[in-house]
Structures are given as C-alpha cells and as structure tokens.
C-alpha cells in the first residue's frame, strides 16, 4: 500500500500507475496542520473524478479528537472509497464513537448498503494493548496497521533497522488480526535508497504473517512485491497440493502423501494461500483434478 | 458573498495550480489574471473552470490570480475552492 500526501495533485493523479495494490491517500500526517482544508478538498475531487484502475484506494483521515476528523469523514464518507482508514485507534470506545459518525453521515446521505471497510491502526503502546479487542470491535474493519513511526515516538524510543523495539507489537498486532480473519499490514521503511534493507525487512515481517507493507515511494513497490510473490516452484508445489486433494476429498480421504510428505489440512491451507498470492483461480484446478 | 481576507491555496509545483485572491470594492466584479504552461492550449478552459467554481460559491468583487503549472480541472476546481473558503474565512477543520 503506497502512501501518497493528500495535498499533492501529481501523485494523486497518477496513483493507479504505480503497480502497487493499493493506494493510501493521505489527509494525516502527510499534510501540514494549515493545509488540511486544501488536501480534503483535493481529495474529495480527486475522488470523484480519477480512476485508479484496479488499485485500491484508502483514505486515511485524521484522528477523530483533532479538530480535523469529523470534518474529513463528512467529505470523504459519502464517497465510498474502498476503505477508510482511522489512524491512532486505542479503544473499542474509539471505535464505537468512530462508526457512529461514518454510519450517521451515511444514513444522511442515503448510502444503504455502503461498500467501503474499515483499517484500524495501531500507534501508541494504549493501542498495542488493546488490540485483541479493537480488532474485534466492529464488522466493517477488514484491515488492521501498525504505525511503526507514531509507536515508537509514544513508547520514547529509536526505531532501529532490526526492529527489535516494535516487534512484541508486530506480533500482538498479526495474532488479534488472525484472530479475527483481518488483512495484518506492516508499517514503513523509511529509507527510499535502501532496497536491501527494505527487502530484508519485508521478508522477516512476512515470515511473522503480515499480507502487506506500506510503501512511501514507488520505488519501493517491487522489491516488496518480489518478496511477497511466490516463486514458479512455490506454485507449481501449491497447485500439486492442491490438486491432489481434491482428488483425495472425491475417494473420502483426508490425509494423504506426496513424494514421501505427509499432506493435511494446514499443508493445504498454506498452500491455497500461495495460489491466492499467485491469482490462480481455485475453481480451475478443481475442474482439471476432477 | 464578497472576500473578506486576502488568500491563497495551492503550490507551483508540476500539476498544480495557485490561486491568490484580494477582496475589490463593493460592486467591482471580478478579475481573474491566468498564467500557466500551457496558456496556449488551455487558457479559456482554466478560465472557464474558475469562472464556474465562483458561479458556484456565488462570489463577487475579487481579484483572482492563477499561476498554473498544468493542473488538471479537479486540481483546479478544488484549489479555487479552497482559496474561496479561506478568503471569506469559512474553512473548517484546519488550523
């Protein structure tokens, strides 16, 4: 997810050529305080009038006790972009308060059945401590956020290369969201010059079950896509697995080996991931192993 | 409405426009001074686009200023309303 700063038209205007999953547009900390007015206007138009192909566009607003958010919901909310996301969450309360103003302003505007989900972001200690039910707060969040930048400035410390300072909060983070079927994202890597660093921070976060990273740069687009992409081996594996299970599932069996390794349920969850990863269609490869 | 403030919104940076507004006298019209890169081609639609934001917000007695630097019309629209809002010191939710 490529962060781009609300008040800049050239970025905006681009956003659905970069390649990247999804764009984040960016109303918060990306804007300087006496700017908000221009970048929520900019956006609002940028909105209803850009297309941004198949990149997915989130809108992250200001936190509801500045004197910015209830403003941002108001012009943002009625447009349904995919996603909105509210920076800073520390308490279910927060939530609570948060949904209440997006349901009313769409209720005013006539929005019956409103497409656009929620990110929940997580940036100071109070929230890392509350996430397991934060995460479970509403049902409109699908996505959850570590904001690595806010985190460390609240808990009073550096955030280092090797992440160690964040990385109970990573953890906590990753578990509520399995917890509760949520998309888990990572938060920067600031240095837009240090590709190693960025992959190597991209591989550990998805060893430890992040589905995604935010990106500052479009530069930094494909080494995280690199690193998330499955190699051809890692596929062709996954659509073995796969396969050869449904063809087990038909003769009523749940276990089964391939090349002297035992295959169940988790294998073949792991490797329905990969193939998701992959953009292969499941249904394909059940009708061939049929 | 008239402004009531001098204001401006927007950057000079590629694909963006800025806009300064001074009040004029009561019953001075408006005046609106283009430049911008791509004068040539676009001119009368940057006008026209201005033009229609301050039909909109129902504006008078102002001189407008753009400085365009190929702002698309959303770019535009949007920083001339914001220029507005400020000019007449209704913007809300910003500091």
């Known amino acids: ?290 | 409405m008239t402004p009531k403030f001098k204001a401006q919104a927007g950057t000079f940076e590629s694909s963006d426009i800025m806009i300064l507004i001074e009040p004029l006298e009561k019953d001075s019209g408006r005046k609106v001074d283009i430049s911008s890169t791509v004068m040539l081609q676009f001119e009368e639609d940057i006008k026209a686009t201005i033009n229609q934001v301050l039909d909109t917000l129902q504006v008078q007695d102002l001189h407008l200023i753009a400085k365009d630097k190929g702002a698309l019309t959303q770019t535009i629209e949007a920083r001339v309303e914001t220029a507005v809002k400020r000019s007449l010191g209704i913007q809300e939710g910003t500091m």
């Open chain 1, 1 to 290: 997810m490529l962060y781009i700063p609300g008040n800049n038209p050239a970025m905006i205007q681009q956003a659905g050529v970069y390649g990247c999953d999804a764009v984040l547009l960016d109303l918060e900390d990306a804007v300087a305080l006496n700017q908000k007015d221009a970048a929520r206007i900019l956006v609002r138009n940028m909105l209803k009038t850009v297309n941004f192909y198949d990149t997915e566009v989130c809108v992250r607003v200001n936190n509801f006790h500045t004197p910015f958010g209830l403003t941002d919901l108001e012009e943002i909310v009625p447009l349904q972009p995919d996603n909105i996301r509210f920076p800073k969450t520390e308490t279910v309360a927060d939530v609570k308060e948060f949904m209440k103003e997006v349901r009313r302003i769409e209720k005013e505007h006539g929005i019956k059945n409103p497409t656009m989900t929620i990110h929940v972001m997580i940036e100071t200690a109070k929230g890392v401590a509350n996430v397991y039910d934060i995460a479970a707060a509403d049902p409109r969040i699908d996505a959850i956020t570590i904001g690595g930048q806010d985190l460390t400035a609240d808990m009073g410390i550096i955030k280092t290369p090797d992440g160690v300072g964040i990385d109970y909060a990573r953890k906590r983070i990753v578990m509520a969201g399995k917890a509760n079927d949520l998309d888990v994202l990572d938060t920067i890597f600031a240095d837009v010059n240090d590709d190693e660093g960025l992959r190597k921070e991209t591989e550990y976060i998805k060893k430890i079950g992040f589905a995604g990273k935010a990106l500052i740069n479009p530069r930094q687009v494909d080494v995280v896509h690199d690193v998330f992409n499955p190699t051809e081996n890692e596929v062709r594996k996954a659509y073995r697995v796969y396969s050869e299970f449904i063809k087990n599932k038909k003769a009523g069996i749940g276990v089964f080996a391939i090349d002297g390794k035992m295959v169940d349920a988790p294998v073949v969850q792991r490797a329905i991931t990969v193939l998701e990863y992959a953009k292969i269609d499941l249904k394909e490869i059940e009708k061939n192993a049929g």
